[in-house]
Every structure is written in structure tokens, then in C-alpha cells.
């Protein structure tokens, strides 16, 4: 059967190209064999849905296990309007998955009891009756949790069960073995609205459940399995290592990201060729091509950033200002950020990706962008005969627009507003041939360095404010060094100066071999 690279739904391994989650299942199949309760609780498109179809099919290939799995997308409303039809039509979900899936005696008996349930009392008593029809453990799955959990009757439904998971060791009281929940929040420590939106319910009854400490993402060599299918049906010739390296190095392993990259790859560009290769070069083509897509994984990013104000000004902080934010488990907002996939937490609090970085930058940029003349979007301005960026050219017209537009600013503005602007001078500059990516480094000065690629070309810029002289050379020589890193001779340094003196100065230095342009502003 011909497959292809999965970005929507469940990915299948007949029909799909797939990464390597065998450890992930390995450990998520631990907790459900001692008969944990938890929710595998991640951003959108995480590979969820089709972790928890792994598991299933897994737990059906046994003897011991029974999985039943149910899908609360889609549920109309009614259903979650009281607690009795919330229990009919969960009753209704698991028969009907059952009369599908299985031939046992549970089925039958459901059949010939189910008008019983009538509340969540009479859903108890069947539950304890249902489990007692067959010798297998029941396993509940239930995707898409989320729709529901600001309803009372699905809090209702979580704590019956929770009751009687807390005396599941009585006969009187027998249960789920397991329950996997799926969704974007962590149910047990949700906030949830009730129906007076005045009122909230802060502990879950959900609070039995073990923590989830999977790792989801994917790592390089956890990738490159699904790129030696690839290569080997399609009779795709690559350097499996090397092409999964860096696709980790654009995604961090998000799934979706990943997937998508190699569906880009796959069939807008190698299906065209007369040879079929995969270059290094295909995974920078790849980015260039998914940061001029509209997709909903990327709407569901920036919605979440336009919904939230204080997610917002703390990605500004990291991304744009540069700040380095020590990472707190208990810090709401930063949760939040992690729990929408936008962070990752290295000891710092980090954009999750160099994709997303982008994205956000792009978007960030984008509301001042207006303000720039017309003339700086013409990149032809700047083109060199060998067809990459005037890099000094670009550096002194932003110098000279910034002594047109902004030289009677304020210090705070400077500080506050100055990379902004430069990012988003640059960024139609770049106009979809090129992309810029940002790492703060740790210093008085609150660098920030990015990395500009332009077609094939490649140029270190290094953004700071001016604190002085002494912090000044200290400073040229850590950006020799990082250029030595980067294996580059020439780098750029635009200097964020609120003297009532300066000079509008520019200078070109030789530091420690290295050639540094640089520009006041």
C-alpha cells in the first residue's frame, strides 16, 4: 500500500510514514499496567489521538486487557446540559463502541441493561455490574476532554469515577482499570468554570491522577526511522542522520512540524525531480516554504497569543527584548505557555522551536511594519552580484530612518521598542527568500544575536544597547567568538544608543581576526 506523510488526524501505520514511538509507549503502557488514572495532556496536533490508537491496538493484541475508546469531540450540547443525559449518553458511547469492536458478553449485558442508567448513581452501579461480566481488565480512553470540562456534568461524570476508584478494592465498587484522558489542559489541575461564571471549582476531581512526565516530542534518532521508510519506499536517496538532525533543529521534535516539513519536502519538491535525492538543503527550503503557509496549527499558535495579553507580553519579552526568564513550575502564564506548546524550559523559559520563533517574530513585527516607508520593501535594493545581501547597505538605511522617524525618542522608547523596529525593518527585506533567527545571550549588555539566511547565504547580526565603552569591547570580543562558533568571518552590530551625543556613528573593526561592521542608532 502506498503511504505518505500524515499532518491531519490519526496517523495509521499501514497508511503512513511514522517516527519511532515505541519508548513513549513503553512507558505510557507502564502506568496504564499498574492501573494508573492520568491524562496525556499536550498542545494540538502532539500525536495524542494516535498515541492513544498505539495503545489500544497494543492492549487488544493481549488476553488481559479490554480498551475502550471514546471521543467526546463533537458531542452536542444537550447531552451536557444535566447529569442525566450526560450519563445516557456516555453509557450509549461505550455500548456503541463495544458492539462494534467486541464479541464479549459485556456487550449483550449493556444491551439488555443500559435504559437503567438514569443519573450518575445508576451509571455506577452499571459500571460495577459491566466490569464484572468478563475476566479482562477494562482500559477507558477518552479523547478530546477538553470539550467538555467546563460543564458540570462532565465534573460530575470525573468525580463518580474518582469515588470509585478510591474504593476500587471493594467488590461493591469495582472499576476501570485504567482511564487515559486526552486533551490540551491537564484535567486535574483545570480550573473549571461552572455554570455560574462568578463561581470556580479550583480542585479537579480529577486529582487522583498521576502525573504525565512522557516525552512526546521526538528526538533526532527517533526521527530518522521514519525517513529510512521513506527512503527505501519511495527509492529516495539521503543522508538519513544528517536530514533528521536538522529537522530537529527547525522543530524540536514537535510532531506536526516535523511531518510537515517532510510532506513538503516529499511531494512539492522531490516528486518533480528526475533524481530522486534529498539534500540538506531541501529541509531550509522546507522552513522557507511553511513560514508562507496559513495552517491551523499556526492559527491555533497566534490565537492563543492574540486571546491571551500576558502570554503575549511575555513572548515580546523573550523573543523580542531579549530577557532571560528563569523558568517556574508555578508560574500560571509560563505554564500556560507550555501547555499551548509555544514553551520549553531549559532552565530558562525558551520559544518551543526555531519554527515557531519565527512565526511569532513574524507576527510580532507585523503590527509595526506598517509604519516603515514602502521603499524598504524592495529587497533589490539590497541584492549583491552574487545574489546575497548588502548586509551594510540594509544597516545604513535602517540607520538613516531611525535618525528620520525616531531620534527625539525617549530612553524607554529606545530600550522598549528599538529591536521591534529593526525586526520588522528586516523582515520584508527578507521578503520569503530568507529568515532570521534569534538567540539571547546572557550579558550586561542584553544581547541579542540573530542568525540572518538569505537564499544560500548566511550573516550574524548582533543587536544591544549601549552601556558604555568598557561593556562596549567587552562585548565585540563575544561577538568574535560566536562568529568563530559559526564558522564566520564577517559579523553586524547595530547598537541601541539613548546619548544625547551620539553620532549616528558608523565603524568597521578587525576583532581577533573577525571584520565587525557596526552602526549607532
Given at each position: 500500500?502506498?503511504k505518505?506523510?500524515?499532518?491531519?488526524?490519526t496517523?495509521?501505520?499501514?497508511?503512513?510514514?511514522?517516527?519511532?514511538?515505541?519508548?513513549?509507549?513503553?512507558?505510557?503502557?507502564?502506568?496504564?499496567?499498574?492501573?494508573?488514572?492520568?491524562?496525556i495532556?499536550?498542545?494540538?496536533?502532539?500525536?495524542?489521538?494516535?498515541?492513544?490508537?498505539?495503545?489500544?491496538?497494543?492492549?487488544?493484541?493481549?488476553?488481559?486487557?479490554?480498551?475502550?475508546?471514546?471521543?467526546?469531540?463533537?458531542?452536542?450540547?444537550?447531552?451536557?446540559?444535566?447529569d442525566?443525559?450526560?450519563?445516557?449518553?456516555?453509557?450509549?458511547?461505550?455500548?456503541?463502541?463495544?458492539?462494534?469492536?467486541?464479541t464479549?458478553?459485556?456487550?449483550?449485558?449493556?444491551?439488555?441493561?443500559?435504559?437503567?442508567?438514569?443519573?450518575?448513581?445508576s451509571?455506577?452501579?452499571?459500571?460495577?455490574?459491566?466490569?464484572r461480566q468478563?475476566?479482562?481488565?477494562?482500559?477507558?480512553?477518552?479523547?478530546e476532554?477538553?470539550?467538555?470540562?467546563?460543564?458540570?456534568?462532565?465534573?460530575?461524570l470525573?468525580g463518580?469515577?474518582r469515588?470509585?476508584?478510591?474504593?476500587?478494592?471493594?467488590?461493591?465498587?469495582a472499576t476501570?482499570?485504567?482511564?487515559?484522558?486526552?486533551g490540551v489542559h491537564?484535567?486535574?489541575?483545570?480550573?473549571?468554570?461552572?455554570r455560574?461564571?462568578?463561581?470556580?471549582?479550583?480542585?479537579?476531581?480529577?486529582?487522583?491522577?498521576t502525573?504525565?512526565?512522557?516525552r512526546m516530542?521526538?528526538?533526532?534518532q527517533?526521527?530518522?526511522?521514519?525517513?529510512?521508510?521513506?527512503s527505501?519506499?519511495?527509492?529516495?536517496?539521503m543522508?538519513v542522520s544528517?536530514?533528521?538532525?536538522?529537522l530537529?533543529?527547525?522543530?524540536?521534535g514537535?510532531?506536526?512540524?516535523?511531518?510537515?516539513?517532510?510532506?513538503?519536502i516529499?511531494?512539492?519538491?522531490?516528486?518533480?525531480?528526475?533524481e530522486?535525492?534529498?539534500?540538506?538543503?531541501?529541509?531550509?527550503?522546507?522552513?522557507?516554504?511553511i513560514?508562507?503557509?496559513?495552517?491551523?496549527?499556526f492559527?491555533s499558535?497566534?490565537?492563543?497569543l492574540?486571546?491571551?495579553?500576558e502570554?503575549?507580553d511575555?513572548?515580546n519579552?523573550?523573543l523580542?527584548?531579549?530577557?532571560?526568564?528563569a523558568f517556574?513550575p508555578?508560574?500560571?502564564?509560563?505554564?500556560?505557555g507550555?501547555?499551548?506548546?509555544?514553551?520549553?524550559s531549559?532552565?530558562?523559559v525558551?520559544?518551543?522551536?526555531?519554527?515557531?520563533e519565527?512565526r511569532?517574530?513574524n507576527?510580532l513585527?507585523?503590527?509595526i511594519?506598517?509604519?516603515?516607508?514602502?521603499?524598504?520593501?524592495?529587497s533589490?535594493?539590497f541584492?549583491?552580484?552574487?545574489?546575497?545581501?548588502d548586509?551594510?547597505?540594509v544597516?545604513?538605511?535602517?540607520?538613516?530612518?531611525?535618525?528620520?522617524?525616531?531620534?527625539?525618542?525617549?530612553?524607554?522608547?529606545?530600550?522598549?521598542?528599538g529591536?521591534?523596529?529593526?525586526?520588522?525593518?528586516?523582515?520584508?527585506?527578507?521578503?520569503?527568500?530568507?529568515?532570521?533567527f534569534?538567540?539571547v545571550?546572557?550579558?550586561?549588555?542584553?544581547?541579542?544575536?540573530?542568525?540572518?539566511?538569505?537564499?544560500?547565504?548566511?550573516y550574524?547580526l548582533?543587536?544591544?544597547?549601549?552601556?558604555?565603552q568598557?561593556?562596549?569591547?567587552?562585548?565585540?570580543?563575544?561577538?568574535?567568538d560566536?562568529?568563530?562558533?559559526?564558522?564566520?568571518?564577517?559579523?553586524?552590530?547595530?547598537?541601541f544608543?539613548?546619548?544625547?551625543?551620539?553620532?549616528?556613528?558608523?565603524?568597521?573593526?578587525v576583532?581577533?581576526?573577525?571584520?565587525?561592521?557596526?552602526?549607532?542608532?
Amino acid at each position: 500500500m502506498k503511504k505518505r506523510f500524515n499532518i491531519t488526524g490519526t496517523c495509521y501505520p499501514e497508511n503512513h510514514y511514522l517516527m519511532d514511538n515505541s519508548k513513549k509507549l513503553e512507558q505510557i503502557m507502564e502506568l496504564i499496567e499498574y492501573g494508573e488514572y492520568f491524562t496525556i495532556n499536550r498542545p494540538r496536533q502532539y500525536g495524542k489521538t494516535t498515541t492513544m490508537s498505539f495503545l489500544a491496538k497494543q492492549l487488544r493484541a493481549t488476553e488481559d486487557y479490554l480498551p475502550i475508546e471514546l471521543n467526546f469531540q463533537g458531542i452536542d450540547r444537550q447531552w451536557l446540559e444535566s447529569d442525566k443525559a450526560f450519563a445516557q449518553m456516555f453509557i450509549n458511547e461505550i455500548y456503541n463502541f463495544l458492539k462494534y469492536n467486541e464479541t464479549d458478553a459485556i456487550t449483550t449485558f449493556l444491551e439488555a441493561n443500559i435504559k437503567q442508567v438514569i443519573d450518575m448513581n445508576s451509571l455506577s452501579k452499571l459500571i460495577t455490574e459491566m466490569v464484572r461480566q468478563t475476566n479482562k481488565k477494562l482500559i477507558l480512553f477518552i479523547d478530546e476532554v477538553d470539550t467538555s470540562s467546563n460543564y458540570q456534568a462532565f465534573l460530575s461524570l470525573l468525580g463518580m469515577l474518582r469515588t470509585k476508584y478510591l474504593s476500587r478494592k471493594n467488590p461493591q465498587h469495582a472499576t476501570f482499570y485504567s482511564i487515559v484522558l486526552a486533551g490540551v489542559h491537564d484535567i486535574k489541575s483545570l480550573k473549571y468554570k461552572l455554570r455560574n461564571p462568578e463561581e470556580a471549582q479550583y480542585n479537579s476531581p480529577w486529582n487522583i491522577a498521576t502525573d504525565f512526565d512522557v516525552r512526546m516530542s521526538f528526538n533526532s534518532q527517533e526521527i530518522e526511522p521514519m525517513l529510512e521508510q521513506y527512503s527505501k519506499a519511495e527509492n529516495v536517496k539521503m543522508d538519513v542522520s544528517v536530514i533528521a538532525e536538522r529537522l530537529h533543529y527547525y522543530t524540536s521534535g514537535y510532531p506536526f512540524l516535523v511531518s510537515k516539513l517532510c510532506k513538503n519536502i516529499a511531494e512539492k519538491m522531490v516528486a518533480k525531480r528526475v533524481e530522486k535525492v534529498w539534500i540538506l538543503e531541501d529541509v531550509e527550503t522546507a522552513v522557507q516554504m511553511i513560514m508562507r503557509e496559513n495552517n491551523t496549527n499556526f492559527d491555533s499558535l497566534i490565537k492563543n497569543l492574540e486571546n491571551r495579553p500576558e502570554l503575549y507580553d511575555l513572548v515580546n519579552r523573550i523573543l523580542i527584548d531579549g530577557e532571560r526568564i528563569a523558568f517556574s513550575p508555578d508560574e500560571p502564564i509560563i505554564q500556560l505557555g507550555i501547555m499551548y506548546g509555544i514553551f520549553k524550559s531549559n532552565g530558562t523559559v525558551k520559544v518551543h522551536n526555531r519554527i515557531y520563533e519565527q512565526r511569532i517574530y513574524n507576527y510580532l513585527s507585523a503590527k509595526i511594519s506598517m509604519k516603515l516607508p514602502s521603499r524598504f520593501s524592495l529587497s533589490e535594493h539590497f541584492i549583491t552580484e552574487g545574489g546575497g545581501l548588502d548586509m551594510e547597505a540594509v544597516l545604513h538605511m535602517f540607520q538613516q530612518f531611525m535618525k528620520e522617524k525616531y531620534s527625539e525618542k525617549s530612553k524607554g522608547f529606545i530600550e522598549r521598542e528599538g529591536r521591534t523596529i529593526f525586526l520588522a525593518y528586516l523582515s520584508p527585506i527578507l521578503n520569503g527568500k530568507g529568515y532570521s533567527f534569534r538567540e539571547v545571550q546572557v550579558s550586561t549588555e542584553k544581547r541579542l544575536d540573530i542568525v540572518v539566511t538569505y537564499l544560500n547565504h548566511r550573516y550574524i547580526l548582533e543587536l544591544k544597547l549601549w552601556y558604555g565603552q568598557k561593556y562596549h569591547e567587552e562585548g565585540l570580543l563575544q561577538l568574535a567568538d560566536y562568529l568563530d562558533i559559526h564558522g564566520v568571518d564577517e559579523g553586524f552590530l547595530v547598537i541601541f544608543d539613548d546619548r544625547k551625543e551620539k553620532k549616528w556613528q558608523t565603524e568597521k573593526r578587525v576583532v581577533e581576526g573577525k571584520e565587525i561592521f557596526m552602526v549607532w542608532v
